[in-house]
């Protein structure tokens, strides 16, 4: 009863949220400066457009799961799921002005201020409704009671993760031992073993079990779970199939078949919706601002050297596809054969092949390398989707050869202009500190770490720092 009381006061919110960016994003149409044609329409005027908006929220918000509970997670996971489903709502209204010529009257303009005000006020509020939420949890109200069954080292692990968290509202009830004498919790924290589970459940309040028992054990806990579906208390099963330490997992289906997916790259389909945004915004305005320099740098390398202006070099991508990766030319057209020849002049360690003083290298070709401006053309692989602005540099075939099993990690994920090894002295720092940094970006991912290393690559790039 608590729970749909809950759910029911934040499905109101978010109606009146909804219904509030009408007149929100009506004002700010008509104060942005942004030219548009024609007048506003009057306000009294919108109901229908807000009307079908309501109608597809409730639909969209069901399908996405926006409404499901999620106490022991963070918000971001529930802002993600608002956007989907009001990016669904957006899309359902454009094919209805494209098909049935609906709102014809609403202005662009307004149209695309309305889904920016509303997922604005619809994260925010979830954002207060959290805080909120998580200050009476800790004030000891709309809390739950959860038993564990089990008593070992996962069993530990689980009870002092809950513990760790008092915003999540989890009150321990006491173990449920799997077998008499098993285990080493106090004597007060033992409601029994798990052969009484059903008599347990009918003396104490509790409305959740979680089982933490070690894999080979699950199958002698089959009755006790469905007791307690029987029993109307949801039960939880903790794990524990593989040590997947710094992976990520997630529970999904195949055609109705349950699935564990576990993954050590991000996951966040609207980080990385928003991730791929950012590439392709920011190499267009890099290319379209920085387009004298690219012809200049062109211009320079023709006359400097015979040979092409563009250096075209096959490199590894994301889980190991390889595509052609564009720089401008700084060595000359014999660099590859010369190669092998220099391998004992090498300065680096690991795979890779560093020179400070290579003879290979022309004499614009030692500028363009110093500025990193030799890296503009990637740009149009970011465009391509080969690329990332921010990730791990992407490698030779040769090298990835050589490669340690705990080093292709790397590859899970696109390959980047800059990344952590770009803004922390490039060849200055070993081989194995490389790739330790780019498996740290990799775990540690978020769009404000992208942004806070495109800040850092900028004097990195004018100072020449590590760069060889």
């Known amino acids: ?44 005027e919108y109901w229908p457009f807000l009307a079908l908006t309501l109608l597809l929220w409730l639909s969209a918000a069901w399908f996405f799961r926006v409404y499901i509970s999620f106490r022991t997670r ?57 805080r909120v939420a998580h200050s009476v949890r800790r004030n000891g109200h709309n809390t739950r009671v959860f038993a564990i069954v089990g008593s070992g080292d996962l069993a530990h692990d689980v009870l002092r993760t809950v513990e760790d968290h008092p915003e999540w509202g989890m009150l321990f009830a006491g173990h ?20 009484q589970l059903g008599q347990i459940l009918d003396d104490n309040v509790i409305d959740e079990v979680i089982f933490a028992v070690p894999r080979e054990r699950l199958s002698d806990v089959e009755g006790a779970f469905r007791l307690c579906q029987e029993q109307g208390a949801n039960a939880r099963v903790c794990l524990d199939l593989f040590d997947v330490q710094g992976a990520h997992v997630a529970l999904g289906e195949m055609d109705g078949l349950p699935m564990l997916a576990f993954t050590s790259a991000p996951t966040d389909e609207v980080a990385l919706l928003f991730k791929r945004a950012f590439d392709v915004v920011l190499s267009a ?44 030319r700084s060595m000359h057209v014999d660099a590859e054969a010369r190669l092998e020849s220099l391998r004992a002049m090498n300065e680096a360690s690991g795979p890779v092949f560093k020179m400070r003083n290579d003879p290979r290298t022309t ?57 952590t090894w770009q803004v922390s002295g490039r060849s200055d720092i070993s081989f194995e500190q490389w790739m330790k940094l780019d498996l740290e970006y990799i775990d540690t991912w978020s769009l404000w770490q992208d942004v806070q290393i495109c800040f850092r690559t900028l004097p990195a790039v004018l100072l020449s720092r590590g760069a060889h």
């Open 1 to 44: 009863m608590r729970n749909r009381v809950v759910e029911g006061t934040v499905r109101l919110l978010d109606i009146l949220c909804i219904v509030a960016a009408v007149p929100a994003a009506y004002f700010l149409r008509d104060v942005l400066p942004v030219k548009v044609r024609g007048p506003l329409i009057p306000l009294s």
């Open 74 to 130: 963070t918000v971001w996971p529930e802002i993600g799921r608002i956007a989907k489903a009001l990016v669904a709502v957006a899309v359902f209204h454009i094919a209805a002005i494209f098909f049935f010529r609906l709102h014809e009257d609403v202005s662009r303009l307004f149209f695309g201020v309305y889904f920016a005000v509303s997922f604005t006020l619809l994260a925010g509020n979830r954002t207060v409704l959290r």
């Open 176 to 195: 449920v031992l799997e077998a008499q004498g098993a285990g080493d919790p106090r004597p007060d924290l033992i409601l029994g073993t798990i052969a």
């Open 285 to 328: 305005v890099a290319l379209l601002v920085l387009s004298p320099v690219f012809v200049a740098t062109a211009l320079a390398v023709r006359f400097d050297s015979p040979g092409p202006i563009f250096f075209r070099q096959t490199r590894v991508g994301k889980n190991g596809r390889p595509f052609k990766m564009l720089k401008f």
């Open 363 to 419: 004499r614009v070709g030692r500028f363009i390398r110093r500025t990193s401006l030799d890296e503009l053309p990637q740009f149009l692989n970011v465009l391509a989707g080969e690329m990332s602005i921010v990730g791990p540099r992407p490698p030779v075939p040769a090298e990835v050869k050589q490669y340690q099993r705990w080093q292709r990690r790397r590859l899970s994920v696109k390959p980047g202009i800059t990344c």
